[in-house]
């Protein structure tokens, strides 16, 4: 059964990097897409970008030009970068196993979350 | 850009059926999927596939997808099926969430 156990930082200043880091145990790797989930405090769910095992990435057309998911095959990891930070971007993040089939996606399991607050 | 629609809030007294909807233009011609939050926990799915439920979710949640509405329906509901609960579409973001529903058994 997979596993996603998360982790970063969770206190930025503005102007800073958001970066956080998901490892995936007990599943095959190669065979999903992995995603950036977060959630503004009492707000709704927001999707940030995909990867699989490949690099091939999606991201969130609002989120793009600060963005970068990359991927680590040799541990079963992957890992969130976000530029420039905000107040806007203090959240919880996610990490999710993304499932695809056809034209459709779904998110399971998910991470245990990490709170990030951006504040000077 | 895509957008679902969720009612804020539904309330449900213990025993009765519980239905969330979720709106969207054309969702019927895409597949839905819906998540469960208790408060400070991850988001876990109980519908995938519009009607499909991973096998560790009770057999009283299920899912339906037509036109521009998708539903999610629990039956029999349980103090413990107090949370929020959000769908999920793949849209031209190209992933969309709904903006949640708080349910409460009451």
């Known amino acids: 059964q997979v596993q996603l156990h998360q982790w970063g930082a969770g206190l930025l200043k503005p102007s800073e990097t958001l970066s956080l880091t998901c490892a995936v145990y007990g599943g095959p790797f190669s065979s999903y897409y992995w995603s950036w989930i977060r959630q503004s405090p009492g707000k709704g769910l927001e999707w940030i970008g995909e990867?699989?095992?490949?690099?091939?990435?999606n991201y969130s057309p609002s989120l793009k030009s600060r963005v970068t998911i990359s991927v680590d095959t040799s541990n079963n990891q992957f890992s969130l970068n976000l530029t420039s930070v905000t107040a806007a971007d203090t959240a919880v993040y996610y990490c999710?196993?993304?499932?695809?089939?056809?034209?459709?996606?779904?998110?399971?399991?998910w991470g245990q979350g990490t709170l990030v607050t951006v504040s000077s | 850009s895509y957008e679902l629609t969720q009612p804020p809030s539904v309330s449900v007294s213990p025993g009765q059926t519980a239905t969330i909807t979720c709106s969207g233009v054309?969702?019927?011609?895409?597949?839905a999927s819906w998540y469960q939050q208790k408060p400070g926990q991850s988001p876990v799915l109980v519908i995938y596939?519009?009607?499909q439920r991973p096998s560790d979710i009770p057999e009283r949640f299920s899912g339906s997808n037509s036109g521009n509405t998708a539903t999610l329906t629990i039956s029999g509901t349980q103090a413990m099926d107090e949370a929020d609960y959000y769908c999920?579409?793949?849209?031209?973001?190209?992933?969309?969430f709904g903006g949640g529903t708080k349910l409460t058994v009451l």
């Open positions: 596939q519009d009607s």
């Open positions: 999920q579409a793949w849209g031209s973001s190209p992933v969309v």
């Open positions: 999710a196993n993304a499932a695809k089939v056809g034209a459709t996606t779904w998110f399971d399991p």
């Open positions: 990867i699989n095992h490949s690099g091939t990435t």
């Open positions: 054309d969702l019927g011609n895409k597949y």
